[in-house]
């Protein structure tokens, strides 16, 4: 085969939480929407603030070449600025919006700080259960994607697997807390200890190691507080995305704050922005930019997502499904009903039911549940919940 065998594996193993998703949309095009429970996506139910629309309407009366043309590279220097301020304003430190790079969301945000710190032959630790886009993006910078689960009781960072798996060769470590697919928020106490052992084995490896912390679920907690982690460790790079918090996933925006914490922060800053570049991820898409400048501190409307969590985790437990109890995010860790979850999978499709079984995210025996969904497909969903368990009785 003459085209790039990588990309085409790749393209044609696609993702199973889209696969899922595609099938879920067209049973719902088959049998009506109200009859289908598709739990795949992490798309936010809740609408965008109406801020975002004042300020989309706001911007178009602009001229269109101010509207529409490139902005610099790394972004708008205004909308830097606002969201430098409004870390700084949170975080009590001291951004400048030149540690500021914007993105076309999350996936770019990872995508480039990876090829801005690997070279090739590189490992990259993950904590499983992970995101499995993960995977393809670490592989795609030349790095090695290395798994180590988390703690299986609390499914936080398992601190002493992590130190066993570190090598010469470990680049970084990706972590994202609030957790996509368990819904574990890291503690400080957590975050603590990983930095320690990450500061203790890159000095006997000799070798700088980068946590990359991946945070779009960032506003999204029940209660639980999200330690800041440059102020935990060092060489810390932050990746952010405004998909989940503003709901606007289809936007494409997001940023990459390399903290002036990082020893080598300059080399740093050019390396991120030639990783844009050699990307081709450079220049955001402009009105989204300037939605951003109005929107920073737009608050995130936790509401909805806390009342189907409720819903959807007080039903489940009447039926006798083992879960973990999220601090965080809207997603549902529950336990299969038999060991092989793509085979608990199977069955709960024929009733509708629409999971994300979790080999994918790097750990058998468990299924993801979305709950960015309506809170009427939570509630229409329990009596094929109930079925489904009625099979293992
Ligand atoms: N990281 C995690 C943990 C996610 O769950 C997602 C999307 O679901 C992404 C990154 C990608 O986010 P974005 O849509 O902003 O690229």
Redesign the pocket.
């Given at each position: 085969m003459s085209i790039n065998e990588t990309s085409y594996a790749f393209g044609a193993a696609k993702s199973s939480i889209r696969e899922i998703a595609a099938y879920g949309a067209a049973r719902k095009a088959a049998i009506g929407a109200e009859n289908v429970f598709d739990f795949s996506l992490?798309n936010p139910s809740i609408p965008a603030p109406d801020a975002v629309r004042a300020s989309i309407e706001r911007c178009a009366q602009l001229p269109p070449n101010a509207l529409h043309s490139y902005t610099p590279a790394a972004g708008l220097p205004e909308t830097r600025q606002a969201v430098a301020d409004s870390l700084n304003r949170r975080f009590d430190t001291a951004y400048a919006p030149e540690d500021l790079y914007l993105t076309c969301?999350?996936?770019?945000s990872?995508s480039i700080t990876l090829h801005a710190i690997v070279n090739p032959g590189d490992e990259v630790i993950v904590v499983a259960p992970y995101?499995p886009?993960y995977r393809v993006w670490i592989e795609t910078s030349g790095a090695t994607c290395v798994e180590v689960m988390a703690d299986p009781s609390t499914f936080q960072v398992d601190t002493a697997a992590v130190a066993a798996a570190v090598t010469g060769k470990t680049k970084a470590v990706l972590i994202?807390s609030p957790n996509?697919p368990v819904g574990a928020v890291y503690s400080a106490e957590n975050l603590a200890d990983l930095a320690a052992v990450l500061r203790e084995r890159s000095e006997a490896m000799g070798q700088e190691i980068y946590l990359i912390s991946?945070e779009?679920y960032r506003e999204i907690v029940y209660g639980a507080e999200v330690p800041w982690v440059p102020s935990i460790y060092d060489r810390t790079i932050v990746c952010y995305?405004y998909?989940k918090s503003l709901s606007l996933?289809g936007e494409r925006i997001?940023w990459i704050l390399v903290p002036g914490t990082n020893p080598e922060h300059d080399e740093l800053v050019l390396a991120v922005a030639g990783a844009g570049r050699k990307l081709g991820f450079v220049c955001a898409p402009a009105l989204f930019q300037r939605v951003l400048a109005d929107c920073v501190d737009v608050p995130t409307n936790v509401e909805a997502y806390a009342r189907n969590r409720e819903a959807l985790t007080s039903g489940l437990s009447k039926l006798g499904y083992e879960y973990i109890e999220p601090q965080g995010a809207f997603y549902l860790w529950v336990k299969a009903l038999e060991p092989d979850a793509q085979a608990f999978f199977e069955k709960a499709k024929l009733l509708e039911l629409l999971p994300v079984p979790s080999d994918s995210f790097g750990c058998p025996g468990w299924v993801r549940l979305g709950y960015c969904v309506s809170h009427e497909t939570i509630v229409g969903s329990m009596p094929a919940w109930e079925r489904l368990a009625s099979y293992y009785v």
């Open positions: 992490g969301g999350a996936a770019a990872i995101f886009e994202d996509n991946d779009p995305s998909s996933p997001g």
